[in-house]
């Protein structure tokens, strides 16, 4: 059965610094998204990606954050200058048509 | 508001018994529900997915539309204690690609 990837599994980084968080979709798979999920507490979306474009996001997602599809195929994410609160489960989601699915996810931790 | 509600629980319940979970809603315009099951450091699992009002039955689950009361439910018969997670509510409403998302019901069964 087809999955979603994401690497790494697991990223640590040092305040200030950017990172990249990767993500493989379902094949034929046409929404992208992003979502944030600090250690017990709710799945925060982030942002839907569709043909190119981000379609929405959410007031979490500021300038610090962007997403991008680089070669058609990996769906990323990129902190640009990571904060302590940025520290988190980070989800990819694809869908071709009524339901997403879930990555495994990255766990981001911000010393 | 919050546009989806969800009682955190912890909700526990002994081996064999009938679970319910629910969710209420304030968008009306919701069209295509969702259950997933999150265990703990991994990401969601999709269970259920409901399009519309009615219900849906899929092994020891049935999942349950009530569009007039804007409320779902998710019934889990002969619990077992590998069903022990948590069980999260989503909706999208129909031409939007936003998901909105429960906080979540812990569910522990005990053996």
């Known amino acids: 059965e087809p999955e979603v990837t994401q690497t790494p599994s697991h990223q640590v980084t040092q305040m200030g610094q950017e990172v990249i968080l990767r993500c493989v979709p379902i094949?034929?798979?046409?929404?992208f998204y992003w979502y944030r999920q600090i250690l017990g507490q709710k799945v925060e979306f982030l942002v839907s990606?569709?043909?190119?474009?981000?379609?929405?996001k959410s007031e979490i997602f500021d300038d610090q954050f962007s997403v991008e599809r680089p070669d058609g195929s990996n769906f990323t994410l990129k902190i640009r200058s990571t904060k302590l609160e940025d520290s988190a489960m980070y989800f990819c989601?694809?869908?071709?048509?009524?339901?997403?699915?879930f990555g495994p996810g990255t766990r981001l931790t911000v010393l | 508001q919050k546009e989806v509600e969800q009682d955190p629980g912890p909700l526990s319940v002994p081996e064999g018994a009938i679970v319910s979970l629910n969710c209420t809603y304030s968008?009306?315009?919701?069209?295509?529900f969702m259950w997933y099951r999150q265990y703990s450091r991994k990401g969601p699992e999709l269970l259920m997915y409901?399009?519309?009002?009615g219900n849906k039955e899929d092994g020891r689950f049935t999942a349950q539309v009530d569009k007039s009361s804007k409320y779902i439910s998710l019934f889990i018969r002969d619990s077992q204690p590998s069903d022990s997670a948590t069980y999260l509510c989503?909706?999208?409403?129909?031409?939007?690609?936003?998901?909105?998302f429960g906080s979540g019901t812990k569910l522990n069964v005990k053996p």
């Open positions: 989601a694809t869908r071709r048509t009524d339901t997403q699915y």
């Open positions: 094949s034929n798979h046409l929404y």
């Open positions: 990606f569709y043909n190119n474009e981000i379609s929405e």
């Open positions: 968008n009306s315009a919701f069209q295509y």
């Open positions: 409901t399009y519309s009002s």
């Open positions: 989503a909706m999208r409403p129909y031409n939007f690609n936003k998901f909105y």
